[in-house]
C-alpha cells in the first residue's frame, strides 16, 4: 500500500482520519500497462482487483473505491470517476487482454451507475484514445523499427491511423472531462461513456 495512505491503508484513509467518515466527494479511478505484441497486462487485470498495475483497479470496487463508496453513501452524495479507453469500445490487434480489461470498466462502470444511482451516487467512464505518454513513445518506437519508417510516420500512419485528427489527447483534456463530471453540470451524468477519441469511434 503506497505511504501516502498511511497506517490503515486506503480504507484508513477515507474512512479514519485522513479523509473522514463523512467523505463523499470524487474518486478518480485509473491504473494499466499493456504490452504490445505479448496481449498481456501487467498485475492483477481482474475485475474488483485494487492492484497498481491491473486493468480495472479500484473501478471495481476494491481498495480505494470500496472504501469511498461506503463514505458516498452515508452522504448520499459522491462521483465514481473510471478512466476506461476508446479500448473499452472497439478493438485494435495484439492487445486482447488490455481490451478485455477496458471493455470491463466500461461495463462495470454501468452496472455500478444503476445500483446506486438513487443513493446520490454517479458512476461515469472517460474513454481516451491515445495519449501521448512515455508509453506510447515507446509503442512509436517499435512501430517504427518494425516498419523502417521516421517516428513522425509511424505516428501519423501507424499508431494515430484510426484517429481522424491525427493529434494526441492531452492530460488537460482527461483533467476538464474529469472536473466536469465531478461538477454540478455532470449530476445528470451517469453510466455513460465520456468519448474523447478525435473522433476515432465516429468511424
Not at 497506517?7 to 477515507?14: A, E, N, R
Not at 470500496?66 to 476506461?84: D, E, F, T, V, Y
Not at 455532470?186 to 465520456?194: I, L, P, V
Request: net charge positive; with cysteine; aromatic share 6%.
Amino acid at each position: 500500500m503506497p505511504d501516502g495512505f498511511g497506517g490503515g491503508g486506503v480504507p484508513g484513509w477515507f474512512g479514519g482520519g485522513t479523509c473522514g467518515a463523512g467523505f463523499g466527494g470524487a474518486i478518480f479511478n485509473h491504473a494499466g500497462t499493456v504490452s504490445l505484441r505479448n496481449a498481456t497486462l501487467s498485475g492483477n487485470s481482474a475485475i474488483g482487483g485494487s492492484s497498481a498495475n491491473g486493468g480495472t483497479p479500484g473501478s471495481g470496487l476494491g481498495g480505494a473505491g470500496s472504501a469511498a463508496l461506503a463514505g458516498m453513501k452515508r452522504r448520499r452524495s459522491g462521483r465514481i470517476i473510471n478512466i476506461a479507453s476508446t479500448h473499452g469500445l472497439v478493438a485494435s490487434p495484439n492487445k486482447s487482454a488490455y481490451i478485455a480489461a477496458k471493455h470491463g470498466i466500461v461495463g462495470f462502470t454501468k452496472a455500478t451507475a444503476v445500483e446506486v444511482a438513487e443513493e446520490g451516487i454517479r458512476c461515469n467512464a472517460i474513454c481516451p484514445g491515445f495519449v501521448h505518454t512515455s508509453l506510447v513513445q515507446k509503442q512509436i518506437e517499435d512501430r517504427a523499427r518494425e516498419a523502417g519508417v521516421s517516428l513522425d510516420k509511424a505516428t501519423r500512419d501507424i499508431v494515430l491511423a484510426p484517429v481522424p485528427t491525427k493529434e494526441f489527447v492531452t492530460v488537460e483534456q482527461i483533467a476538464a472531462a474529469a472536473l466536469f463530471l465531478a461538477a454540478d453540470g455532470g449530476a445528470q451524468m451517469n453510466g455513460s461513456n465520456f468519448v474523447i477519441d478525435g473522433g476515432w469511434t465516429a468511424r
